[in-house]
């Protein structure tokens, strides 16, 4: 029995691409050309690249998630950390401005005052509006509803896609 040669995903779909286009081209006679490529062609393999892409597919997004999982852990811890610190800063603060103490040396430390400028803004107040920064941005959403609608949005248009569903 002949070892079959292990062929690319692209490579499988390029000579079945190629196969079907010469089978339409001669509308179904089977000529010399079409088939030698017919030999060359072989389902199984295609099926077998198929299932390994989705085997390593859903893997990844299993990775993915997990990762995404483990990162919602980290940034929770980071966040609460960073509250310890905060609080742990503000009671050093406060204790020291409390004793009129302006610095407090130790082994591999020194704790000091500097002085900075802050804006402080009443969250009843009217800011004047030249003071108010936005960002822009688009809303896909409206954009869609209003194309699919038929109306026109200059920049923008439809496009029909395939998206890849795994199941």
Known sequence: MKQQEKKSLFRITD???RLNTLLEEAEGEITPEI?????????DQFDQ???????????????????????????????????VIDRL????SDSML??????KRGPGFK????KSTAAVIDPEAKIP?????SKPSVDKRAILAALKEGKRVRGAK????QNIQIK
């Open 49 to 83: 690249k198929v299932e390994s892409y989705v085997n390593l597919i859903q893997m990844l997004e299993s990775d993915v998630t997990a990762t995404k999982e483990y990162k919602k852990g980290l940034d929770a811890s980071i966040k609460r950390d960073q509250r």
């Open 158 to 161: 439809l496009e029909e896609r």
């Open 111 to 114: 704790v000091s005052f500097r």
């Open 129 to 133: 509006k030249k003071y108010i920064v």
């Open 98 to 103: 409390a004793l009129g103490k302006k610095e």
């Open 35 to 43: 088939e030698e490529l017919m030999e060359m062609v072989d389902e």
């Open 15 to 17: 000579e079945m691409y």
């Open 89 to 92: 800063k503000s009671t050093l």
